[in-house]
């Protein structure tokens, strides 16, 4: 199985800031990776698919980069509704995994 | 607009059968992997797996090798439904069940979630 390491797993940061988090696959998965957001309570929801494409009504804000074993997901200016947990996901090897997420406090 | 929703007992005995079921609207069941995950209390993500439509053969299954024993998938055309059936389970197996929708390997489309609790 691929196993998906992402870092922090936790933070918290100002409104405004940019944050940033990253996932390592143990091994090469191209670009088939997928970031979600997850509020207390809720279903995840799709925001990045195919490692940077922005899926349709996300804000644009999020944003995700990265290929291979490395990828990047960014909220360039957080916002209190942004508060949440951030997984990560592969899809280019069966079974699917994600990351162990991350969790976004604000200060 | 696409929306699944869950459905399928709360409870359920040690040792017994776990069944849920999807129901999807808003769209069709071709063409797509549709997908069952589940997240343990305060734990994250874990994939169970997937089935595609595959026409008149009805569905192709993927599973994850750490629980295929113990899971069947299962496709229901007609009434735009799918369904998991998880074996003989135990308290570990206690935890939210998703189902989402796959068109390539992303879940665009995710139920809400239905809480199951294996008790005695």
């Known amino acids: 199985d691929i196993q998906l390491t992402q870092s922090p797993s936790s933070l918290s940061a100002s409104e405004g800031d940019r944050v940033t988090i990253t996932c390592q696959a143990s091994?090469?998965?191209?670009?088939?990776l997928s970031w979600y957001q997850q509020r207390p309570g809720k279903a995840p929801k799709l925001l990045i698919y195919d490692a940077s494409k922005l899926e349709t009504g996300v804000p644009s804000r999020f944003s995700g980069s990265g290929s291979g074993t490395d990828f990047t997901f960014t909220i360039s200016s957080l916002q209190p509704e942004d508060v949440a947990t951030y997984y990560c996901?592969?899809?280019?090897?069966?079974?699917?995994?994600f990351g162990p997420g991350t969790k976004v406090d604000l200060k | 607009q696409v929306h699944l929703q869950e459905s399928g007992p709360g409870l359920v005995k040690p040792l017994e059968t776990l069944s849920l079921t999807c129901t999807i609207s808003g769209g069709s069941i071709g063409s797509y992997f549709w997908t069952w995950i589940r997240q343990s209390p305060g734990k994250g993500l874990e994939w169970i797996g997937f089935?595609?439509?595959?026409?008149?053969?009805?569905?192709?299954?993927n599973r994850s090798p750490s629980l295929a024993g113990r899971v069947t998938l299962d496709l229901d055309e007609p009434n735009n439904q799918f369904s998991l059936r998880l074996t003989s389970v135990t308290p570990e197996d206690t935890a939210i069940y998703y189902c989402?929708?796959?068109?390539?390997?992303?879940?665009?489309?995710w139920g809400q979630g239905i809480s199951v609790t294996v008790s005695s």
């Open positions: 996901q592969q899809y280019d090897h069966v079974p699917r995994t």
């Open positions: 089935i595609n439509y595959s026409g008149s053969h009805g569905g192709s299954t």
């Open positions: 091994q090469g998965i191209s670009n088939s």
């Open positions: 989402a929708r796959s068109p390539l390997g992303s879940l665009d489309h």
